[in-house]
């Protein structure tokens, strides 16, 4: 039986996760690039140092090609990303952690909960947030696979606090207004507007994450996350099997996005908002959102991982929500591919 602990967000899961592996100060942990601060905040946190793996033109996961040449004995755990939604190839990365010794995490943030099959690997997180598959609110949950794992993180997590009153008010007015913008596609609108004034130069889109002093490392789910996800995972569950089919056929997992490839990715986007069709631009560097020095400062090296900066220039992503039809998909992808064929001209 696995056993199931809920935090303040999936951050603060992998957070525990690692803490419970036992990671700290001089070791070394593999996570892929093409990824989003939030998956490398925590190591940060914990002295660990980030090892980026390049990933797969196919899977946008960690390529497994690469990845035992990345293993030393300072590795403490290698974190598989299921990028989109798109199941990572765990046998072969399963493998490659069994010869080495070094436990596997799935990060499985893109994943719709209850789709998915047990792998073999310690634990996996969850996050609950917008923009994944189930939203219930800010929030996280550790699945715990490891007898050994599950002890040291159930006797931790006595010391985890709610949060504050105040930040429960703040959460509930958000999951609110989120709720009754969600159906009104405002939310995307006011992401293209931000894009707009950002190219004007009229805002800026740095991050500057303070992962040392945040106390959300401490807390657990939110009340109010908490009472919604069971019925919200529940309801994702129930219509997962129309997103497996939303290409026209099952394709055998419920996909979060579908990534498509671009020669010009800011002028697709850009098109695209104009004409009414949501396309993401996320992941749009390695360690999305950061850049320049805030991505040295991440332990990224420029030009490390080939693939990943390739995906980050030339993949934008169609959303798959739970009322997306085939025809929508398919309208979106031939706009896509009108755009294109413009840029070529
Ligand atoms: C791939 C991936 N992993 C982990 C996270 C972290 O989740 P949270 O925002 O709940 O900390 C996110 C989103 O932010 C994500 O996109």
């Not at 634990?123 to 800010?138: D, L, N, R, T, Y």
């Not at 986007?269 to 805030?294: I, K, M, N, Q, Y």
């Not at 390739?310 to 755009?339: K, M, Q």
Request: glycine letters at 10%.
């Amino acid at each position: 039986m696995s056993d199931v602990l809920h935090y303040y967000r999936g951050r603060v899961a992998l957070h525990a996760i690692l803490e419970g592996l036992g990671a700290g100060p001089g070791d070394e942990i593999v996570v892929q690039s093409y990824t989003c601060a939030a998956v490398v905040e925590p190591l940060l946190r914990l002295g660990v140092r980030p090892v980026f793996a390049d990933i797969s033109r196919d899977t946008f996961g960690i390529d497994p090609a690469g990845l035992a040449g990345l293993l030393t004995p300072r590795t403490r755990a290698v974190i598989v990303q299921h990028t989109f939604g798109i199941p990572a190839p765990m046998p072969e990365i399963l493998a490659i952690g069994r010869t080495a010794g070094v436990p596997i995490v799935e990060d499985c943030a893109h994943m719709t909960p209850g789709t998915v099959a047990r792998s073999g690997s310690v634990a996996s997180f969850w996050s609950f947030e917008w923009g994944k598959p189930v939203v219930a609110g800010v929030g996280g949950s550790a699945v715990v696979h490891d007898a050994g794992l599950a002890a040291e993180m159930r006797a931790r997590y006595r010391r985890y606090t709610a949060p504050p009153p105040a930040r429960e008010a703040v959460m509930a007015a958000e999951y609110l207004a989120y709720r009754v913008a969600a159906g009104t596609g405002v939310l995307w609108r006011l992401r293209s507007l931000y894009r707009r004034l950002a190219g004007l130069g009229m805002v800026t889109g740095s991050y500057s994450p303070d992962p040392m002093n945040s106390p959300e490392y401490g807390w657990r789910m939110s009340r109010g996350t908490r009472w919604r996800l069971p019925s919200r995972v529940a309801a994702g569950r129930a219509r997962a099997t129309g997103r497996r089919r939303v290409t026209g056929r099952d394709i055998g997992y419920v996909p979060h996005r579908i990534p498509v490839v671009v020669g010009d990715k800011e002028r697709v986007l850009r098109e695209a908002a104009l004409a009414g069709v949501e396309a993401g631009d996320w992941f749009a560097t390695p360690v999305h959102p950061l850049a320049g020095d805030d991505l040295a400062a991440a332990g990224y090296t420029a030009g490390s991982c080939p693939n990943a900066e390739w995906a980050a220039a030339h993949v934008v992503t169609l959303p798959v929500r739970p009322g997306t039809r085939p025809a929508d998909l398919d309208r979106a992808l031939s706009l896509l591919a009108r755009i294109e064929a413009k840029t070529d001209a």
